[in-house]
């Protein structure tokens, strides 16, 4: 079955050859003849100098190579898996007791390529909380734990291109406003830190053969609605060096 699979997979790759060639002979005829400074130039020299022709067929070759290369990258580049994180939403959701509305926090992984993220997953590392200060400290709420995805579990999931999966952050009710982190297993420890917030949730997202994205994610329900929550998605600051 495995040897079917891998010359099926064979076949389809030979069957993209004529695609690709196209694409080295668009690529060869820009460099060449395009209106680019290496096609003016080429132009040029070949109007002027008036090579023979071992020069100009050593030019087409070497054309012809970078064209192929410049084929193959835009491919390459399409076909490497890559996401970000950027949209958060709160979502109302009824449940089984028609008393009882809840909100999900959720956050949307996007695709940023045509290639599907495979195995994506999310951790939660750490919950801060405000102090009368102004400043974020961290709780007992300190060991990585599973979040789960909406309506699909903690397991690792794909994301497909311009398919928005949510991932759940944590949810409250419209019968106490008591924030509660969406994460497998529920530790015994945050029954001393829940209530409204603010809270600050620190979460890592990972995913097969990409490099993890690092937010947090901030909510606040102190002297607020249930349903009017004030909530922030925060991009982890990257440092070049």
Known sequence: MRFIQQALKQLHKLALLPDYFRAIAKEWLNIIFGETLVGIAFLLWWALANPPNPRLILVFVAAMFTAGYYAWRADYIRLQPQFKVEKIIAQITETENSAMTRIYLQVLPECLTDAPVLECRARLLLVSQLDGNGKWVPTQMNSPLKLGWDYYGY???????????????????????????????????????????????????????????????????????????????????????
Do not use: H
């Open 155 to 241: 397991d690792p999931l794909t994301i497909e291109p311009g398919i928005g999966q949510r991932l759940d952050i944590c949810w409250w009710d419209n019968q106490a406003t008591a924030i509660v982190p969406t994460v497998y297993p529920m530790p015994s420890k945050w029954r001393s830190i829940i209530g409204p917030g603010p809270f600050k949730f620190d979460i890592r997202m990972a995913a097969k053969d990409c490099k993890p994205i690092d937010f947090s994610v901030t909510v606040n329900l102190l002297g607020r609605k249930w349903d009017d929550p004030e909530y922030s998605l925060i991009q982890e600051e990257k440092i070049d060096n």
